[in-house]
């Protein structure tokens, strides 16, 4: 039962350099969502998608985009990372799409960018 | 402008007894709150929620209680396990939103 998977766990990019962090959920959930932890600033909402083929911003989306693939995946493209992408980033979904209930988080991806 | 505050970052408990974690919000429209755990490494857990058409919920050793007139929330852990140190989120959504409003987290230390 793998709930949601996040791939790669770890990453270091160099400035200017660019990457995709892959999220994929088998529960059957409509709502996706990208967040990023940093200290002392709790989780802070990237991009969310209520259902398959919509994506909305959340908080902090500057510098990223997403795509959702289909009803299962959902990625967070960097297009030219910045050492202030340095962070946490978890992807996370949830049943209902009328209102966030319960979300299911991945393990995280640590991206250091140097 | 924070939604969801929790003003203590962290907290210090000894094994058996009792541990309250506060978050206030500021939001009037949020209807649904929710406490999460995390461990070091590990993605953010559910733990337990509470609708604001209710003013307490419990879940085992886990209580969750809503007072909307204050916007106020709290968690109760009793009694403390050292199992339960770990980082706690409070959470908080709107009906009609898809977006789950986070607050910074209480680090909660339980000593044996």
């Known amino acids: 039962n793998a709930g949601v998977t996040q791939t790669p766990k770890f990453q270091v990019l160099k400035t200017g350099q660019s990457m995709t962090l892959q999220c994929a959920q088998d529960?059957?959930?409509?709502?996706m969502y990208w967040y990023r932890q940093d200290p002392g600033m709790g989780l802070r909402l990237i991009y969310y998608s209520a259902s398959e083929g919509t994506t909305d911003k959340g908080e902090v989306p500057n510098g990223y985009n997403v795509s959702r693939l289909n009803k299962r995946e959902f990625s967070l493209r960097l297009e030219s990372a910045a050492p202030s992408q340095t962070s946490v980033y978890f992807c996370a979904s949830s049943p209902d799409r009328v209102v966030a209930t319960e979300a299911f988080f991945g393990q995280g991806t640590r991206l250091t960018v140097v | 402008d924070q939604q969801v505050k929790q003003n203590s970052p962290s907290l210090s408990v000894q094994e058996g007894r009792i541990s309250i974690l506060n978050c206030d919000y500021t939001?009037?429209?949020?209807?649904?709150f929710l406490w999460y755990k995390k461990y070091p490494a590990e993605g953010p857990t559910f733990l337990i929620s509470?609708?604001?058409?209710?003013d307490k919920n419990e879940d085992g050793r886990f209580t969750v209680f809503l007072n909307k007139s204050a916007k106020h929330l709290s968690l109760h852990i009793v009694p403390s396990q050292p199992g339960d140190s770990a980082v706690y989120f409070c959470a908080a959504s709107a009906y009609g939103s898809e977006k789950l409003v986070f607050g910074k987290g209480t680090k909660l230390t339980v000593n044996p």
């Open positions: 529960m059957n959930h409509n709502s």
């Open positions: 939001n009037s429209m949020f209807d649904y």
């Open positions: 509470i609708s604001s058409i209710k």
